[in-house]
């Protein structure tokens, strides 16, 4: 029975662990990848070791970064009084395209799914509590997704922020519920961010 070659049957099971990619489309990519010139697959591979050499999470608000702290929370422009609260480092590109927002961020590394087994443990809340009891945030603005894992993870933070005595608001419409946040075009988000409600 045929088989692929051990270095091309690994190179699909590596791509394979990628959130998102099956069996079937790592094995087209690595197909692709096989077919393309030595010197665009290098480019490849050093990109991706570069990556993990130069960029990781900034200490405060856990955005990817080269320096730390990242250049959002070092920018003394940005109004320090509002915190942005939202899922992956990805979501800050979306409402920063807006041009619509120019406070701090701060990244939950995902939202609770109890069926996932994420739990508010593994989601980077302590840091922001931390950033709150400094005194300077007054508002909070929730921007998690409007799906079900999004808006169970605005609810348990409001919840856990009321007692902090601060503005608490939830993005607001403009993103259709169960989308997700990444998908959202810059005027969909300018909308939400703008219509933006205390909860």
């Known amino acids: 029975m045929f088989q692929f070659p051990e270095a091309f049957r690994r190179l699909i099971l590596e791509l394979s662990r990628l959130p998102g990619i099956g069996e079937r489309t790592a094995e087209r990519l690595a197909f692709h990848l096989l077919k393309t010139a030595p010197g665009e697959a290098e480019r490849l591979a050093r990109s991706i070791i570069e990556v993990k050499k130069k960029v990781f999470f900034c200490s405060v608000c856990n955005s990817i970064t080269e320096r730390d702290p990242c250049s959002i929370c070092s920018d003394p422009a940005r109004d320090r009084s509002k915190v942005c609260v939202v899922e992956q480092p990805g979501d800050i590109i979306v409402i920063e395209k807006t041009?619509?927002?120019?406070?701090l961020?701060?990244?939950?590394?995902?939202v609770l799914s109890p069926l996932g087994?994420?739990?508010?443990?593994?989601?980077?809340?302590?840091g922001l509590l931390?950033?709150?009891k400094e005194g300077e945030i007054k508002e909070v603005i929730i921007a998690t997704s409007p799906n079900a894992e999004g808006e169970a993870t605005a609810f348990y933070l409001a919840k856990i922020l009321k007692p902090l005595d601060l503005l608490i608001t939830r993005i607001g419409i403009g993103i259709?519920?169960?989308?997700?946040?990444?998908?959202?075009?810059?005027?969909?988000?300018?909308?939400?961010?703008?219509?933006?409600?205390e909860i």
């Open 99 to 103: 041009g619509k927002y120019n406070g």
């Open 105 to 110: 961020y701060h990244v939950l590394m995902g």
């Open 117 to 126: 087994g994420v739990g508010p443990e593994e989601l980077r809340i302590k």
């Open 130 to 132: 931390s950033r709150l």
């Open 176 to 197: 259709p519920a169960g989308a997700e946040l990444s998908y959202a075009d810059e005027v969909t988000m300018a909308r939400a961010i703008e219509g933006r409600r």
